[in-house]
């Protein structure tokens, strides 16, 4: 805001507006966010329309309607330098700076000065750390809040524009200007895993757009965004910054490309407008956690929605230097690049007078500069101006003509939009993973599925196999038991028959054997009958002896141990000698006597298995057989007790 003169005197120009008055300079500290929860911020006058903006670009500000926030614009007067410092020995500088009081005089003469007002007032002694708090920081953290913010310097050639912006201050970090500083806020607020930061480098040189990254690529068309009215680059490169490091290496990268020159008046001018443009996008994090711990049906339905993401666009704009043509005594190509240079920035003053000014055309059109600037006057990006001049009295006019630019500058109101939206590529690339995961999920319950199946058909194949098994057990069990059935009820018939056979009169008939010794055939079944009778009386005369023999041997044993003993004490005299002697003999008689009847019995014996034999061979009923194997075995017995008697 302009100020009467320290001598009393009048407003310059004659443009001084009223609702400036009340327009009290506004902390540049303030951001959008406060000022959403606050009051807004008084605006400097009435809101422009669609027409009158440099940024026509209301289409979203219809929708809604912003906040209010005028451009902030801040004054850094440049040291002397050691040209001045010599040349301009015996002038005082021609402004004074009043910072506390946020003031700058710029004197018409030794006695007369005219007084202006500034968002900030650095002097040549603040640092380059104070710069960025008062300058940049406010709007850095709108773009991290989620809305564009243009940082913008401008000035005479050799006044510090580049000093401010694009120092490295690599040797000292004291001396890091505005970008670097920018992007180390930037790098420490954001979360790599939900969010990004993209960065172009661009030049406009001679009204051509060029990559300062990709220098081939040196026709990069503005596209603007008829919705929104949003100002955009496609065609420049995009590179994703992750630490400070990569972006120091892209700012060198971009700066050695950048079009420079030794003038008169500054030994290393830009003479091209570089613009760097920070892409910061932020995930919603509080909607997110929601969508996260839902579950249940409408999991689904929200899987659907997309993420909500800010998209914060900060754009770092180094001016080339304005400068008179007769003074820097440029010529050929330098005098057409000075020419350039003066009618884009000539645009952007006219353009932001005509803001300044309400009026109803502002002309955007006439300059690439102003077109790519478009969203940064007037639109609806938070843009704080940085206007540099230097001390030497020689320069006087380019100061104040600098001056009157960021005074109109200061009038420009922007309504500022939060650059919410979803992301619908995020969401389809979430939608992308989940579908492949939801095939894979398929597949797998598929195989698992056709494994299921197999399993159950060899189950099942098994479980038939087993039952057919039990089945054929079970006939075999019954077939053998009904077999079983039928010889006992064949053998009791029989039986039966035998039975009745003797019943009926039957008279045994004497077992005749034929001239070889075997039994007749006629008389097979009555001696079958008495050779059992037989048999099982033999069996007890054999039990019978046998205990006998048994009680024979004992005998034996006892008496052999009593000789042994009467030999060992022969003192027990002869009788009881020959009474040993004659029970002695009578044993013998007695075992003689055994032995007879036991061959006897083994010629029994032999008979009746040859009976046997004999009637193994004939083809008997079951009944025969059975009644000869039983025989067989009484055979196999007595065999056995004669081996042991023998
Ligand atoms: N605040 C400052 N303190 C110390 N030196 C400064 C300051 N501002 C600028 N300088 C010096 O002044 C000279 C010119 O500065 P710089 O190149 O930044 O000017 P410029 O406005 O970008 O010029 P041009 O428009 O020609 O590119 C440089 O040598 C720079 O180091």
């Given at each position: ?30 951001n ?6 606050s ?7 009435p ?6 903006s ?5 289409g ?11 451009v ?7 040291p002397?330098?050691a040209?001045?410092s ?7 500088d ?7 009081l ?6 018409k003469?030794?006695?007369?000065s005219?007084t ?7 002097t040549?002694f ?16 709108s ?10 310097a401008y ?14 201050g ?10 670097v500083?920018?992007?180390?806020d ?16 661009l030049q ?5 757009i ?19 009215g ?10 994703e910054i992750?630490n ?13 490309h950048?079009?420079a ?13 570089a613009?760097?443009m ?21 999991s ?11 998209k ?5 704009v ?10 820097s ?10 020419k ?6 000539s ?11 309400n ?46 630019f ?12 939060l650059?919410e939206?979803?992301?619908?590529k995020?969401?389809s ?9 939801l095939?894979?999920?398929?597949e797998?319950q ?25 089945y ?8 053998l ?19 009745n056979q003797?019943k ?8 005749r ?35 006998l023999r ?10 052999k ?25 009578d044993?013998a ?9 036991i061959a ?33 075995s009484?055979k ?11």
């Open positions: 805001m302009r100020m009467a003169t320290s001598g009393g005197g009048n407003y310059r120009n004659g443009t001084y507006r009223s609702s400036l008055k009340v327009d009290k300079p506004l902390s540049l500290n303030s959008p966010k406060s000022s959403v929860k009051k807004p911020v008084p605006s400097s006058g809101r422009r329309n669609s027409t009158g440099l940024g026509a670009a209301t979203a500000a219809k929708d809604d309607a912003g906040v209010p926030g005028r902030r614009v801040a004054v850094r007067l440049r002397r330098i040209e001045e010599v040349g301009d020995a015996d002038f005082a021609c402004v004074e700076l009043q910072p506390e946020k003031r700058l005089k710029l004197r003469n030794n006695w007369d005219d202006y007002e500034f968002d900030e007032v650095l040549e603040a640092s380059q750390k104070r710069v960025y708090e008062v300058v940049a920081k406010p709007v850095v953290e773009v991290l809040d989620g809305y564009n913010g243009t940082i913008m000035g005479q050639t050799g006044t510090g524009k580049t000093y401010t912006l694009g120092r490295l690599e040797e000292d970090t004291a001396a890091r200007g505005i970008m500083r920018a992007m180390e930037i790098l420490a607020d954001i979360s790599f895993e939900t969010d990004s930061v993209l960065v172009s480098y406009l040189y001679m009204e051509t060029q990559d300062l990254l990709d220098p081939p690529n040196d026709n990069i068309s503005i596209v603007e965004d008829p919705k929104t949003d100002v955009s680059l496609p065609g420049a490169s995009l590179v992750r400070q490091k990569s972006f120091l290496e892209l700012l060198r990268v971009g700066e050695a950048r079009f020159a030794n003038t008169k008046l500054n030994t290393e001018s830009s003479r091209s407008h613009i760097l920070v892409h910061v996008k932020r995930s919603v994090k509080g909607r997110q956690s929601v969508l996260s711990t839902d579950n249940g049906a409408n689904h339905l929200k899987m659907l929605k997309p993420p909500l993401v800010r914060g666009k900060l754009v770092v180094d001016l080339a230097g304005s400068e008179r043509i007769d003074k005594g440029s010529e050929g190509h330098a005098l057409e690049e000075a350039s240079i003066n009618l884009s920035l645009a952007l003053g006219k353009c932001i007078n005509a803001l300044a000014e009026s109803a055309h502002v002309p955007v059109r006439d300059s690439k500069l102003t077109r790519l600037l478009k969203d940064s006057f007037g639109g609806t990006a938070r843009t704080s101006l940085v206007i540099t001049i230097g001390p030497s009295p020689r320069h006087r006019g380019e100061t104040a003509s600098t001056i009157m960021g005074q109109r500058a200061m009038k420009v109101e922007n309504m500022l939009k650059k939206e979803f992301d619908y995020s969401l690339r979430r939608l992308d993973i989940q579908l492949d995961k095939i894979a999920e398929h797998r598929q195989k698992a599925f056709e494994d299921e199946i197999e399993r159950i058909s060899i189950e099942a194949q098994t479980q038939i196999s087993e039952v057919e098994r039990n054929e057990e079970a006939l075999e069990k019954e077939r038991k009904y077999q079983k059935d039928y010889m006992e009820s064949i053998k009791k018939l029989e039986e039966q028959l035998v039975k003797q009926h009169g039957n008279e045994k008939v004497p077992v054997l034929k001239d070889d010794g075997s039994a007749l055939t006629s008389n097979t079944e009555s001696s079958k009958v008495s050779a059992v009778e037989e048999v099982a009386e033999l069996k007890k005369v054999l039990q019978k002896e046998s205990l048994k009680a024979a041997e004992e005998e034996v044993n006892s008496l141990s009593q000789l042994a003993q009467c030999r060992r004490s022969e003192a027990s005299g002869n009788s009881d000698i020959l009474k040993l002697r004659k029970m002695l003999e044993e008689r007695q075992k003689e006597k055994l032995e007879g009847e006897i019995l083994h010629g029994q014996l032999l008979q009746l298995s040859f009976e046997a034999d004999e009637a193994d061979t004939l083809n008997l009923p079951y009944g025969h057989i059975l009644g000869c194997a039983s025989m067989a009484n196999s017995c007595l065999e056995f007790v004669l081996s042991f008697l023998s």
